[in-house]
């Protein structure tokens, strides 16, 4: 006989009670909605978009890897644009490459390893290492900087990867050789990146990055502080 068996009948009827509402408790509690950073999709155009379809205010930036300002704003501003805003179905966010560089050409090639869902985070990776892997470009020999220009995109790509620790920084993420070979290769994404930025340049006019567009028109702000400010008014008026 089990010890639940030797117990007194009031007792085990109090037990099984017990039990049952508290499987109809965790039953009954309803499942937690994901935030709306884990809505990840791809526009017409190649670009990122992270968000609520529906939100009230679209957020646009323009961005290059080798822009320290960029990366500034990445490290300051990316935390709590998505805790605040997107995160919560307010805004919806689309990143957009403006290549001015083979090496920022070839960050941007990196950055798509994974797939749509996780690009927010390659993106956020590469940004934080910014010092540490320009540092390389800016001490690369001049052998180094003429082979970054010879051959295709993907073969020079290639080269700038393991001259400034690109390469190895996403491999510390996870990715295998063959994974980043393909990125780097993708003719595709290569004409993706480079079709938007000719959008940036013509249609857009974006002259410089960060570039941030709200609800279509140029915020003409890059810190996050002044951007934020644009965002509260957007959501206000909307």
């Avoid at 890059?222 to 909307?238: F, R």
């Amino acid at each position: 006989m089990s010890a639940f068996e030797e117990m007194p009948l009031d007792r085990r009827t109090a037990m099984l009670a017990l039990s049952g509402a508290a499987v109809t408790l965790i039953a009954a509690t309803p499942a937690q909605p994901k935030p709306w950073s884990a809505s990840v999709t791809t526009s017409s155009i190649g670009a990122h978009v992270v968000g609520n379809p529906a939100a009230k205010v679209r957020l646009v930036e323009y961005f290059s890897y080798t822009c320290h300002v960029c990366a500034d704003f990445a490290k300051l501003g990316a935390a709590p644009l998505k805790a605040q805003y997107i995160d919560r179905g307010l805004v919806l966010f689309e990143y957009r490459n403006l290549v001015r560089d083979p090496v920022d050409m070839t960050a941007a090639l990196l950055a798509r390893c994974g797939g749509p869902t996780a690009f927010a985070r390659n993106h956020q990776a590469i940004f934080a290492a910014f010092d540490t892997w320009m540092a390389k470009v800016k001490n690369a020999t001049d052998a180094q900087t003429t082979s970054w220009f010879e051959g295709t995109t993907g073969q020079r790509a290639r080269k700038i990867a393991t001259d400034t620790g690109l390469g190895a920084l996403m491999r510390a993420r996870g990715y295998t050789q063959a994974q980043l070979d393909a990125a780097l290769d993708s003719e595709v994404a290569q004409a993706e990146l480079t079709a938007m930025t000719n959008i940036a340049r013509g249609a857009d006019r974006v002259t410089g990055t960060p570039t941030f567009f709200v609800n279509g028109r140029n915020a003409e702000v890059t810190a996050w502080a002044a951007l934020k400010s644009k965002l509260d008014q957007a959501l206000k008026a909307a």
